[in-house]
């Protein structure tokens, strides 16, 4: 019996690009269409645990997730991120930085 492979090519969507006082965040959405997962970029040493994306749109370049956080080492504390283009917040830590979410066809001709 022949069971055929499909592979499904993954690409960035979106990335999330954020920086205040305290240091930068950068995020980068990856999917084929749908968002398959989340990529920490800045800081570059710290993952995700569980979360919950309530909105996403690459076409909007819009974001509302809850990061719930976790105390164990390697993981970023709980944080939201809202809001679409120039004016998306994340409220990690006490701090509010407000980022830029640019998606992957802004950049394709």
């Not at 022949?2 to 930068?24: E, K, P, V, W, Y």
């Not at 690459?58 to 283009?85: C, N, Q």
Request: with cysteine; charged share 20%.
């Amino acid at each position: 019996m022949l069971f055929a492979a499909q592979a499904m090519a993954t690409n960035t969507l979106c990335d999330f690009n954020g920086a205040d006082q305290s240091g930068r965040y950068a995020f980068e959405f990856i999917g084929s269409g749908e968002l398959a997962m989340i990529q920490v970029n800045d800081p570059r040493s710290m993952r995700l645990a569980s979360y919950v994306v309530h909105d996403f749109s690459y076409r909007e370049r819009r974001i509302d997730m809850v990061h719930a956080g976790s105390d164990r080492e390697g993981f970023l504390p709980a944080f939201t991120l809202k809001g679409s283009r120039e004016n998306v917040l994340l409220n990690i830590a006490g701090r509010s930085t407000v980022g830029e979410l640019t998606c992957q066809w802004q950049h394709d001709a």
